[in-house]
């Protein structure tokens, strides 16, 4: 992580900054903090710095978890709701702001057209905020499985899920990701998508469900088309959020 988060985003800026680059636009993370406790978010907040010290006009922009066709959040929930026996769920209460990758692309678009954004940053989350727990009741309703969902929540456990899943050449769990437990929100300091005339879309809008919907059994892949099982347009639960 430190290689590519840090000692990557830094060569780059290097190279940008001897081509004589006129605007450097930096992708970090939502929750990229010095005092996190993942290396995942550290290694994100050492890279903006890193980058900053070589290219000071940098725009730094921070998304959330991002979603999109062939993601690695929600296509890792739906397959392991397809195909494992029960679902493991870490951090059931720690709360999310899913953001649509195409939303993160027409930011950076617009950003490129923006003066001002020149040393800004800016925090880019979804329209709505959820828990793991909601969050994965949602997928399981969506896909038509009722799988058995168990919370792990004892540090044993969950560090044996993470050491040995992250063996995995794709892994599900990973020591990083069992550590993770903080709140990925926009803190609302920054600027976001209202700054850039950007209204994001919301992971349970037909484009976001249409992202897993391949992951049902084929028998009840027409399900939408009955009046009587339409598929669940919103997470039973979460809350919308004023876009800064």
């Given at each position: 992580?430190?290689?590519?988060h ?9 190279v ?21 406790s ?15 010290s ?10 959330a ?28 209460e ?22 001002e ?9 979804g ?11 949602w ?7 009722e ?76 399900d ?21």
């Amino acid at each position: 992580m430190h290689d590519v988060h840090v000692a990557g985003a830094k060569r780059i800026a290097e190279v940008a900054k001897e081509l004589k680059v006129d605007k450097f636009i930096h992708v970090s993370a939502l929750g990229a903090s010095l005092d996190a406790s993942s290396d995942w978010l550290k290694t994100k907040a050492e890279g903006e710095l890193a980058v900053k010290s070589i290219f000071p006009e940098v725009t730094i922009i921070r998304p959330a978890t991002i979603f999109g066709a062939q993601d690695s959040f929600l296509n890792n929930i739906g397959t392991m709701i397809k195909f494992w026996p029960v679902y493991l769920l870490l951090h059931p209460e720690t709360e999310n702001q899913p953001v649509w990758v195409n939303d993160i692309a027409k930011a950076i678009i617009n950003i490129l057209k923006i003066r001002e954004s020149d040393g800004q940053i800016y925090e880019l989350g979804g329209p709505q905020i959820m828990t793991n727990r909601q969050l994965i009741d949602w997928v399981n309703v969506l896909l038509k499985y009722e799988k058995r969902i168990i919370e792990i929540k004892h540090e044993n456990i969950s560090w044996h899920l993470g050491y040995w899943l992250g063996q995995h050449r794709n892994p599900r769990f990973t020591l990083d990701s069992v550590k993770q437990s903080e709140n990925i929100l926009c803190s609302q300091k920054y600027p976001g998508f209202s700054d850039l005339s950007l209204s994001p879309i919301s992971i349970t809008s037909p484009t976001g469900r249409a992202t897993i919907l391949y992951l049902r059994k084929p028998i009840r892949m027409l399900d939408v088309m009955r009046d009587n099982d339409k598929d669940p347009e919103a997470i039973e639960g979460s809350r919308e959020t004023s876009i800064n």
